[in-house]
């Protein structure tokens, strides 16, 4: 079983001095600066293990902040979820990426680049993956205009 | 004369480039490879994908929680059962709706069946693939379709089901139909020894497979590969066990593993795992009660007027095994009828992570049997 998010708490802040956490329901509020660090960690960490990254996603929060929101399970130890979150400028969404981690972060770190304009830092491949290259704009953002389909062709 | 084997080459050589795919029967949808060979050796693969990208989440965030029951059967077409499950286990974390008991045991029988369907199918290809055109697949395809006219009787489509409901299914099953479903299953065992006895031990399937596409147990853990790929290398981890949602805590079954983690492994835990599966049936047709309602009071609500289901703010991660592997559904709530995220933890997506890990030193035509393995489908690839 997972310690309590309380315990957690105290524990991560003992391990790694000076990081920026907080309680948010299940899991974290991770601040961008020791998101890493703090993966690295709960990865190796005996008592934890959180050796699978499950689900890594976003949610966009007009207008101010786009949150990176991941799921952590232990598939040796056979518990969690933990759910990390990491809030970002929505204007400039940057992050480091946890592919070194994780690889299972891989292609979903270029999923929400793709469809949220996050960039992830030392990313070792950072393209659109389902959108096509050259495509603009973040289809998943909740400003994003779906083009109208019944137009054939745009007014000029 | 000798042959020499330290010569240097003399000629410049480059590596060539192939595109396999997007349409090509091996590539199991629109899928593209993007495959750099040195002679017939892959020193690069790229896979390239989004073809069948309708951006299904963004959708779903536009209508009510239950509309996008439909849309879920589109993700993976030959397990729509399980993808539904997938959404209402997690609408049912994000609002606490309880399930109906017998609709409960519906929904596991359904699951089931649905890995019946998929891992027969999947075989079937798997032999394709090989070359072994359409014998195997028939074979597999004519189980795979008792199973569908069973689903059809239910929900009233062969395979784009839309059948389970947050809270129970949508409508009982007709009369009879447990009792048709029990002599099917009950049969399944005989085709899987026909199957394995046409398979299992076949020289040349076993030179195709074995030690080809070997996947080891730190990367697939590293790489959130789950479901019968991750068993065959060797890895005891199935949601049914770890997280025992549903009803899968009453039921005994056993998780088969491989242990070297290659083509070969993955086919033999999937036949195994449909034994398995058979089990579960069994069990689930001996203890499933006569009667009672096949949807809670709450689904009930929920089904007859969608648009007044607010579930409370918050956001929840609902997780099952499906055949493929992990389908996780993400849902945040900000209280209004439609969910504000919707997320879809794609299996096979994030199964394709490693692909190029497992084909690289391969040759280009193990490539082919290697992506049937990993066992993919567009429509929840692409989303």
């Known amino acids: 079983m997972l310690p309590s998010p309380e315990s957690l708490k105290e524990t991560l802040q003992a391990q790694l001095p000076g990081i920026g956490l907080s309680i948010e329901g299940e899991g974290f509020g991770v601040e961008v600066k020791d998101w890493v660090s703090v993966c690295r960690y709960l990865k190796t960490a005996p008592a934890l293990e959180l050796d699978y990254l499950s689900d890594l996603t976003a949610v966009d929060y007009p207008p101010d902040r786009i949150e990176v929101v991941c799921h952590l399970y232990s598939m040796k130890q056979k518990h969690g979820p933990l759910t990390l979150r990491v809030k970002l400028n929505r204007a400039h969404p940057v992050v480091d990426s946890v592919t070194a981690v994780w690889r299972s972060a891989e292609f979903q770190e270029r999923e929400v680049y793709d469809l949220f304009g996050v960039t992830f830092t030392h990313h070792p491949d950072l393209r659109r993956i389902l959108m096509w290259d050259g495509f603009e704009g973040y289809p998943m953002r909740k400003d994003y205009v779906v083009e109208d389909q019944d137009v054939l062709e745009k007014p000029a | ?383």
Request: contains cysteine; charged residues 25%; aromatic residues 10%.
């Open chain 2, 1 to 383: 004369m000798a042959l020499r084997t330290d010569a240097k080459p003399t000629l410049e050589t480059q590596p060539l480039e192939v595109n396999l795919g997007p349409q090509h029967p091996s590539t199991h949808g629109v899928f593209r490879m993007m495959v750099s060979l040195d002679g017939e050796t892959i020193v690069k693969l790229k896979p390239v994908f989004g073809y069948l990208h309708r951006n299904h989440e963004q959708i779903a965030e536009d209508i009510t929680y239950i509309a996008s029951f439909p849309f879920t059967d589109r993700l993976d077409y030959f397990c729509a059962m399980s993808n539904n499950l997938g959404l209402a286990i997690a609408i049912e974390k994000l609002a606490d709706v309880t399930v109906a008991e017998r609709g409960e045991y519906l929904r596991v029988i359904m699951a089931e069946l649905t890995r019946l369907v998929n891992h027969t199918a999947v075989t079937g290809f798997l032999l394709n693939d090989m070359g072994a055109f359409g014998t195997p697949l028939l074979y597999a395809f004519r189980e795979r379709e008792k199973i569908l006219d069973l689903f059809e009787a239910a929900s009233g489509s062969r395979m784009m089901c839309n059948y389970i409901r947050p809270g129970g299914v949508r409508e009982d099953v007709p009369d009879g139909w447990l009792k048709r479903a029990k002599e099917i299953v009950d049969r399944y065992p005989t085709f899987l020894d026909e199957f394995e006895a046409l398979l299992t031990k076949n020289e040349i399937i076993r030179q195709r497979t074995q030690r080809v596409g070997v996947l080891s147990k730190e990367l697939a853990i590293s790489a959130g590969v789950t479901g019968p790929m991750l068993r065959a290398s060797g890895v005891n981890y199935d949601i049914r066990k770890v997280d025992g949602y549903s009803f899968y805590s009453r039921f005994s079954f056993k998780v088969p593993l491989g242990s070297i983690g290659d083509v070969y492994d993955r086919y033999s835990v999937r036949i195994l795992e449909m034994r398995q599966s058979v089990q579960i049936l069994q069990q689930a047709f001996k203890q499933i009660p006569d009667t009672g309602p096949a949807i809670s009071p709450k689904g009930v609500a929920l089904v007859k007027a969608p648009r007044t289901f607010r579930p409370p703010k918050g956001d929840a991660y609902g997780r099952i095994e499906s055949p493929k592997g992990e389908l996780g559904f993400y849902l945040v709530s900000d209280g209004s009828p439609q969910p504000y995220r919707y997320h879809v933890r794609a299996p096979s997506f994030v199964n394709l992570t490693i692909l190029e890990d497992m084909c690289l030193g391969c040759k280009v035509a193990d490539a082919v049997i290697i992506l049937g393995s990993v066992d993919i489908v567009m429509g929840e690839v692409d989303r």
